[in-house]
């Protein structure tokens, strides 16, 4: 199975900070990296597809980037509704597999 | 718009079988380039995915648990099910029924509420 490692773990921020979510494969998987959004008790949200694509309805303040193992999420400037958990999942080699998510607090 | 709703036991007791439904709303199961996929997540824990069923039937497993899953669709019901046996306290989790579309990548565009199955005599 590809292994996703995401980095940090978790992280504190306030309402206008710049944030950045890394997430590493043990392989090259091209582009075939998503970006989800989790709130607690709630299914989660597809964020941006293909390591970069925004998916339709999600705010541009959303942005992702890489290709091969090393790949980024960014929130421009977060606000009080992007308090949540994002998880990166790979869709190269079956099985689909996850990183272990980055829980974004409030400082 | 797409909705999914999963149904079933929220407790099954060990060496059972853990059986769920995922109902499709303003959509079809039988149509389009689609798998139709369970992922669960493990109280305070991350994401697994279980395996697909494709609008035609075909199916992969996650190889962790392909000796104890099956993913079908009824199509005159616009349902998808997993059925996983022997289950032992591990597999309580929050289970997801999602679709997964092809958009320059696979991606799970639209995903139930999900529903939490407890192992539990």
């Known amino acids: 199975d590809i292994q996703m490692t995401q980095s940090p773990s978790s992280l504190s921020a306030t309402v206008g900070d710049r944030v950045t979510v890394t997430c590493r494969a043990s392989?090259?998987?091209?582009?075939?990296l998503n970006w989800y959004q989790q709130k607690p008790g709630k299914a989660p949200k597809l964020l941006i597809y293909?390591?970069?694509s925004l998916q339709s309805g999600v705010p541009s303040r959303f942005s992702g980037s890489g290709s091969g193992t090393d790949f980024t999420l960014t929130i421009s400037s977060l606000q009080p509704e992007d308090f949540a958990t994002y998880y990166c999942?790979?869709?190269?080699?079956?099985?689909?597999?996850f990183g272990q998510g980055t829980n974004v607090e409030i400082k | 718009q797409v909705q999914l709703q999963e149904s079933g036991p929220g407790l099954v007791k060990p060496s059972q079988t853990l059986s769920l439904t995922c109902t499709v709303s303003?959509?079809?199961?039988?149509?389009?380039?689609?798998?139709w996929t369970w992922i669960r997540q493990p109280a305070g824990r991350g994401l697994e995915w279980i395996g697909h069923?494709?609008?035609?039937?075909?199916?992969n497993y996650n190889p962790s648990l392909k000796s104890r899953v099956t993913i079908s669709l009824d199509t005159s019901r616009n349902q998808f099910s997993l059925h996983l046996n022997s289950v032992t306290a591990a597999d309580t989790a929050v289970y997801f029924c999602?679709?997964?579309?092809?958009?320059?990548?696979?991606?799970?565009?639209?995903w139930g509420q999900g529903t939490l199955v407890t192992v539990s005599s």
């Open positions: 999942q790979q869709t190269y080699i079956t099985p689909w597999t």
């Open positions: 999602a679709r997964e579309q092809w958009l320059a990548v696979y991606n799970l565009d639209y």
């Open positions: 392989q090259s998987i091209s582009n075939h």
């Open positions: 069923i494709y609008t035609s039937g075909s199916t």
């Open positions: 293909a390591a970069s």
């Open positions: 303003g959509g079809s199961v039988s149509i389009g380039n689609y798998y």
